[in-house]
């Protein structure tokens, strides 16, 4: 059992010890908000596709490739939007607020805490099968949040058009994308990356996930967290407890191995998306309930996750 809650330790407590760095440098004024959204804009066009793109196309995609547990997580992706579809309007009467605790249940952000996830719980081969997942899965959760956020738009018409282009132009699935395409090249010709650019790729790559956890600190308020507590408490329950919960379960039963399900944990376990909050402000929903949403997850997944590495690892899971 001591080993069990040191291995949890020694994958949360670096994730969080960025996290409370990020918070602290924005506390002592070391950056402001204008850095924070510069830098934002770095993570989302520049690092975390490059980490992507680096992760796939340096692997063996005809070896790591694994329809069976892409299906699966695009499957239940599909799942779990279209059950809240039907349970969030039962509670919840304002349409700028239904789509938003959609979207905020369902989705995970995964992209920033997979891969360390995945490389922390099963090394090199965790990491590589993590942005391979996210490569098909980014996308899919995109989709649907976008979908979550339109039926309950007061502007579908101006949106719609503008948020699909959008999908399609989005940095990282372009990143996952070319990564994939690259890889296929790679292993059926021989290709390799030059030298030089393969250290400057990797270089960047090295930098994304630790920069992503100390901007999302840096970006964290807690001014008006207790604004709408209640909804935004439903449906952090919902997305680092209940759902991850449940999902895990039905996991292990239906078989998947030990380094699957560290993806897997890695899919439901982590909190909503930051982006989230831009998404709900360009449809004019609440925006401010996303904001809290991301705020609680963020802070009390920490603690959700080490509880179910803990979990998983003493179960024999992963």
Known sequence: MINDLLFSCNVVVPIFLLIVLGY?????????????????NVCFKCLLP?????????????????????????????????????????????????GVMIQGTFRSNFLLFGVPLGLSIGGTAGSTLAAVVASFYVPVINMLSVISLYVFSESKDKNL????IGIVKNPLIIGG?????????????????????????????????????????GDLKFGNLLKNIKLSALSVLGKIVIIPAVMLSVSALLGFNQLEMAILLAVFATPNAVSSYAMARNYEADYELAGEIITLGTLFSIITIFIFITIAKTLGWI
């Open 24 to 40: 602290v440098l924005t506390r002592v004024k070391l950056w402001d908000e204008h850095f924070l959204k510069v830098a934002n």
């Open 50 to 98: 490059v980490l992507l793109f680096y992760n796939v196309a340096s692997a063996n995609i005809f070896e790591v490739f694994n329809g069976k547990l892409i299906l699966y997580v695009c499957l239940c992706a599909c799942v779990l939007c279209g059950a809240l579809f039907v349970i969030v309007p039962l509670f919840v009467k304002d349409n700028k607020r239904k």
């Open 161 to 164: 058009k503008a948020a699909l």
């Open 177 to 217: 994308v070319s990564g994939l395409l690259f890889s296929v090249v790679r292993n059926t010709i021989g290709f390799e990356i030059p030298t030089m650019f393969d250290t400057t790729l990797n270089n960047i790559k090295s930098t994304a996930t630790p920069f992503a956890f100390l901007i999302l600190g």
